[in-house]
């Protein structure tokens, strides 16, 4: 692609992401406010009237809603998310501190996940009405439509309290060991660097079963989406043509996977952006303490610069993600161009 052309097309991209952000700041903002205010909550149940309107002043929500956004406008634009109404510590650093944590169990889980349908929902299509075939798509239905949270449970009464194969949903690490010294934020590697491989073997085991549910709830939709591309690339004329030359069956099955390969790239990448949503309720029931765990916590005790915070990251998370897929299918699919 000439240089000329690659840099509109990316100064387009550039430019919907950042009106995309803008719009969700402005709703964001809006919806926040159109809950109950939490500010009596806040101050207690024994507090005054008085005590009750000091605090609404030091939190700034006795301005109007233009200046209120007028003011986190600007500070957002700087970095500054504010301070949590609950723990008073910066939002930035706390969404800084938990990223990690959710960003180790997107990468393990959307991996498996991703490798596992592609190769199922392949075979499935090549092994068209077969055996296989019919049990993958039933698999793949039962998969697609249990719900998160019940999906969460089910693991840990199967795996943890039945089988005892697993450990508790008690967080990332066993309650008997300490967090190792800060890396990369994954407890795995950073014990491993720490030579603590104690704590390291702890660490993964406490990953298994949310990375598993996270496999499980991005397998099954890929298993799907693969399949029918798979069907559609082998009714085509050009694997017609090379069945026809006698060409390998291998050969064959690679040019189907080459010419399904963008609209894998484009379904993942909308997997990752829907499981972060899905990621806050695996995190919420195998208390992981992490981007998502944080977001739901703070929805449920209404703190608004907690929630605005953690939705403006997701949103910037999306925007970069699609910008990242626009870019990978622009290098391998030369059509595009």
Not at 28 to 33: A, C, E, I, N, Y
Not at 139 to 157: K, R
Not at 238 to 257: E, K, T
């Amino acid at each position: 692609m000439p240089a000329v052309t690659f840099t509109r097309f990316l100064a387009r991209r550039l430019t919907t992401a950042l009106i995309a952000v803008a719009a969700v700041l402005v709703a964001t903002f809006l919806l926040v406010r159109l809950t109950p205010d939490p500010v009596a909550v806040l101050a207690g149940p024994e507090a005054t009237p008085a005590q009750i309107q000091a605090m609404r002043q030091q939190l700034g929500l006795d301005r109007s809603v233009a200046q209120q956004f007028l003011i986190y406008a600007e500070r957002a634009l700087a970095g500054d998310f504010g301070r949590s109404w609950i723990s008073g510590r910066p939002v930035l650093t706390e969404i800084a501190e938990r990223a990690p944590f959710t960003v180790e169990l997107l990468i393990w889980g959307i991996a498996l996940g991703t490798v596992v349908g592609v190769a199922i929902g392949l075979q499935a299509a090549y092994r068209r009405d077969g055996w296989f075939d019919q049990v993958t798509r039933v698999l793949s239905l039962a998969g697609f439509s249990i719900p998160t949270y019940f999906l969460g449970l089910l693991m840990l009464l199967v795996f943890f309290y039945l089988l005892q194969w697993a450990p508790p949903g008690m967080g990332r690490l066993s309650p008997l060991y300490s967090a190792p010294p800060f890396v990369t934020g994954s407890y795995v590697f950073d014990g491993l660097l720490a030579g603590k491989l104690n704590v390291a073997w702890s660490a993964a085991a406490q990953l298994v079963l949310p990375v598993c549910c996270i496999a499980i709830i991005c397998a099954a939709p890929t298993i799907k989406q693969v399949r029918a591309l798979a069907l559609d690339a082998l009714e085509s004329d050009y694997i017609r043509y090379g069945r026809a030359q006698g060409m390998p069956a291998g050969m064959l099955r690679r040019m189907v996977l080459r010419n399904c390969l963008a609209p894998i790239v484009t379904f993942v990448g909308l997997e990752l952006v829907s499981l972060m949503g899905t990621t806050a309720i695996i995190e919420y029931v195998f208390s992981w303490g992490g981007l998502g765990h944080y977001g739901l916590s703070a929805i449920i005790a209404g703190d608004f610069n907690a929630v605005q915070g953690y939705v403006l990251t997701l949103a910037c998370f999306c925007v970069a993600i699609f910008l990242a897929v626009d870019l990978i299918v622009l290098a391998i699919e030369p059509r595009s161009r």
